[in-house]
């Protein structure tokens, strides 16, 4: 029996851009199969207890961007502290991988999400706006005006709404958040203990 993993991600959250190409690379790595979920964070942030960025006290907003700037740093990977377009709606883009995904496969809605990722974090575009999400599927070589287009549909609506309550009935409050064999992990920063858990299991299959 194969291993599979739920990946819970938002793509507008920093700690997703920081942890997606080191948690790929992990599952790739022990042969685990990614059960790519994205979610509404604002959705399952109402209904956990989190506050979205804004609303945030002072201290709070403030050490964040101590640790952006800590993992960055220490990762090697650029990041904006404080992209032109953020805090943004992440929805046009969950929606879009998710079209992608059904499209494409879950290998290239990997590659999707690492891009529109780097393009907030890194490029500072608006990864809410059409144009750029068109733009950054068309440098994948995706057809990004059909993805566009399909992503506006009553299926890709419903996926992403059933992600977003799957999240809620397994408990999750944040995102990058993953479950492997039952096990939560929330964080680009407990990715060292999935690889763990992804070791462990491969040994046990092997």
């Given at each position: 029996?194969?291993?599979?993993?739920?990946?819970?991600?938002?793509?507008?959250?920093?700690?997703?851009?920081?942890?997606?190409?080191?948690?790929v690379a992990l599952a790739r790595r022990y042969d685990v199969q990614i059960?790519?979920?994205?979610?509404?964070?604002?959705?399952?942030?109402?209904g956990s207890g989190g506050l979205p960025l804004a609303k945030r006290?002072?201290?709070?907003q403030a050490y964040r961007l101590v640790e952006l700037a800590r993992w960055s740093k220490y990762l090697n990977v650029p990041l904006n502290l404080e992209p032109k377009f953020f805090p943004v709606s992440g929805d046009p883009a969950a929606r879009?991988?998710?079209?992608?995904?059904?499209?494409?496969?879950?290998?290239?809605a990997l590659d999707l999400i690492g891009a529109v990722s780097k393009a907030l974090w890194v490029d500072e575009r608006n990864i809410a706006d059409d144009a750029t999400l068109q733009?950054?599927?068309?440098?994948?070589?995706l057809d990004g005006r059909?993805?566009?287009?399909?992503s506006n549909g009553t299926s890709v609506q419903a996926?992403?709404?059933?992600?977003?309550?799957?999240?809620?009935?397994?408990?999750?409050?944040g995102a990058p958040w993953f479950v492997f064999e039952g096990e939560p992990y929330w964080g680009q920063d407990r990715l060292d203990f999935l690889e763990r858990a992804f070791a462990d299991a491969s040994a046990r299959k092997g």
């Open positions: 029996m194969s291993l599979t993993c739920e990946y819970f991600l938002a793509t507008q959250s920093p700690y997703v851009y920081l942890g997606h190409a080191r948690f059960q790519l979920k994205p979610i509404d964070l604002g959705r399952i942030f109402s006290a002072p201290q709070r879009l991988v998710i079209a992608t995904q059904l499209a494409h496969g879950t290998d290239k733009a950054v599927a068309d440098s994948l070589s059909s993805l566009l287009a399909a996926a992403y709404d059933a992600n977003t309550d799957g999240a809620a009935r397994a408990g999750v409050y």
